[in-house]
């Protein structure tokens, strides 16, 4: 199944940010759960995050995103969905 990468950058209002992230967090553990999120976290100079979704197609990411209490709430500054293809690494192909 295919791979996407989502990439969020934060916008300006934190506090709002992070009254949200607790079910930001809820959502993506059961995203995890339903193994459609396979990894994801924030960046560690605190102004984005990235996740990592195996899903249908874009449509099914879209719509995954579009569900998200920090797309709801409107406190990312902007946002974009690439599809990834793994060649290497120790990350299996099947995982």
Known sequence: MPRFVFDMVY????????????AHREYAKGLAEQGK???GGP???GKGA???YEAADEAEVRELVAN???????VLASTSIRQ???VTGSWPQGA
């Open 11 to 22: 916008g300006d209002d934190e506090e709002r940010r992070l009254a949200v992230r607790p």
């Open 68 to 74: 998200d209490p920090y797309t709801k709430e409107g």
């Open 50 to 52: 990235q996740i990592v």
């Open 37 to 39: 999120l396979l990894a």
């Open 84 to 86: 990834w293809e793994i």
């Open 43 to 45: 960046f560690t100079d």
